[in-house]
C-alpha cells in the first residue's frame, strides 16, 4: 500500500529518552504584520526582537540553518492561544494586525513526526544521517513543511536528524513515509555530525 501524500509539518511525538512528550512549550509573539503566514507544524526561528511584554519574536525558519523550535499553538493574546474572531482556524494568516503568540516545541531534546517530501524517497540506509525540512504552504489548517530526502548527508550543520521510520500501520519506506527526526542544527543546541 503506497504512503498517503498528506503533509502536517512537524508533530511532537516523545523526548530522546523514550518518554512521551508532555505537551510542553514556551510562549512566542509575532510581530504585528508580519507577512508570512505561520500555522501549527511550521518550524521557526528567533526574530531578535520582543513585544511590549518581553516575550521573544519568532518568524518562520527557512529551508536551511538553525532552527528555534515548531509552533503547537496560535492565538492572538497571551491568555488565549486562539483567535475569538475565528475559533474554527489555527493558521495565523499574513500581514495580520495586531502581535499573534505561538506556543514553540523549543526544547531540542523533543522528537517529531514529519513526511518525506517525494522528491527523492528516504531509505532505512538514511537513517542517522541529517537533512533539512523542505517548505510547504498550510492547508488552511495545519504546515505543509516536509523532510527532504535530497540534501541528506553527515553534515553537522542539516536541521534535523533522521531517526527512523514512524512506527505505523499506515506507513512504510518510500515516498511520502512519516519519518521520526530531532532537530539538530538548534538555536539551543549544537549540532552533531550524522553516521
Do not use: C
Request: net charge negative; hydrophobic share 45%; proline share 4%.
Amino acid at each position: 500500500m503506497a504512503n498517503v501524500n498528506r503533509p502536517t509539518g512537524l508533530s511532537p511525538v516523545k523526548s530522546i529518552n523514550g518518554a512521551p512528550w508532555n505537551g510542553q512549550a514556551n510562549l512566542y509573539s509575532i510581530a504585528s504584520g508580519y507577512n508570512t503566514a505561520l500555522a501549527i507544524g511550521d518550524p521557526v526561528i528567533s526574530s531578535g526582537t520582543a513585544d511590549s511584554n518581553g516575550v521573544p519574536g519568532i518568524v518562520l525558519a527557512a529551508d536551511t540553518g538553525a532552527i528555534r523550535g515548531v509552533i503547537v499553538g496560535l492565538g492572538t493574546s497571551v491568555g488565549l492561544i486562539a483567535n475569538p474572531s475565528n475559533l474554527d482556524s489555527t493558521v495565523r494568516p499574513a500581514n495580520s494586525v495586531g502581535v499573534w503568540y505561538a506556543l514553540v516545541v523549543d526544547d531540542p531534546n523533543v522528537i517529531f513526526e514529519v513526511q518525506d517530501s517525494g522528491a527523492s524517497a528516504l531509505a532505512a540506509a538514511d537513517t542517522a544521517l541529517n537533512t533539512n525540512l523542505v517548505s510547504g504552504t498550510n492547508n488552511g489548517f495545519v504546515s505543509g513543511w516536509t523532510v527532504d530526502g535530497v540534501d541528506k548527508a553527515a553534515t553537522a550543520t542539516l536541521q534535523v536528524k533522521l531517526l527512523g521510520l514512524s512506527y505505523r500501520i499506515d506507513n512504510a519506506f518510500g515516498q511520502y513515509a512519516k519519518w521520526l527526526v530531532k532537530i539538530n542544527n538548534h538555536e539551543l543546541a549544537a549540532g552533531t555530525s550524522g553516521l
